[in-house]
């Protein structure tokens, strides 16, 4: 079974360009997470999909962030303009079950991202 | 507030030696707990669970982790570490009824010869 793909590995941009991500979640799974974990801190929840519908975008920077899930499959998140404190890894997970948390959340290798 | 505490960011430990990681949350609502694991360069994976039953869950490598309702905690621990176990470890909880998971900063372990 393929693993949640995601891409570029690593990105490097000055400030005030912009950047997208891609994620390709496992096949099936409904629900589609993009979290940002910053240098020695835990994953933050940025955004959450069921199918291709927002489930909970309260912590998404809305005025530089954005996010879609085309077709409820894979997802793109985009930052533009970048700022310095958007240097973090860009984890992108994927789970089975549509409700509840008794599933298991599948992450991806992340996207590095530094802003200089 | 809701949140996750893991009071050790970093746990140098010798090869063979047992270890104990903390972690202690904060929630108004029933929760499922979770341990994660990341290794260098890699996505984090799951390591264990708590759902319901038993309080005592273990993995498949040998860890094990204890749900304490009274004291709000979910300590990991194993009695004997190998050199492969270095890594980044996360506890999480996730609200029985709702869909956001609550991740911890990590403890990073690492296994010294």
């Known amino acids: 079974e393929a693993g949640v793909a995601q891409s570029p590995r690593y990105k490097i941009i000055e400030k005030r360009q912009s950047v997208a991500f891609w994620c390709n979640p496992i096949?099936?799974?409904?629900?589609l997470y993009w979290y940002q974990q910053i240098l020695g801190q835990g994953p933050k929840l940025l955004i959450q999909?069921?199918?291709?519908?927002?489930?909970?975008d309260s912590q998404l920077p809305k005025d530089r962030f954005s996010a879609e899930r085309l077709k409820g499959v894979d997802s793109t998140l985009k930052i533009q303009p970048a700022k310095l404190e958007d240097s973090a890894v860009y984890l992108c997970?994927?789970?089975?079950?549509?409700?509840?948390?008794?599933?298991?959340?599948?992450f991806g290798e992340g996207s590095r991202l530094t802003v200089l | 507030a809701q949140s996750v505490t893991q009071l050790d960011s970093q746990v140098p430990v010798f090869e063979e030696a047992p270890v104990e990681l903390r972690c202690n949350y904060s929630?108004?609502?029933?929760?499922?707990l979770f341990w994660y694991v990341q290794y260098p360069n890699q996505g984090l994976q799951l390591l264990l669970k708590?759902?319901?039953?038993?309080?005592l869950v273990e993995s498949i490598n040998g860890f094990e982790a204890e749900f304490n309702k009274s004291q709000t905690s979910f300590h990991l621990r194993k009695p004997s570490v190998h050199i492969s176990d270095t890594a980044e470890y996360f506890c999480?909880?996730?609200?029985?009824?709702?869909?956001?998971?609550?991740f911890g900063p990590g403890t990073r372990l690492s296994v010294l010869p």
């Open positions: 708590y759902l319901s039953g038993s309080t």
């Open positions: 999909f069921q199918n291709n519908g927002v489930v909970d």
């Open positions: 929630s108004s609502v029933s929760v499922y």
């Open positions: 997970a994927s789970s089975l079950v549509a409700r509840g948390n008794t599933g298991e959340l599948f």
């Open positions: 999480a909880y996730a609200p029985v009824y709702g869909q956001n998971f609550v």
């Open positions: 096949s099936g799974h409904a629900t």
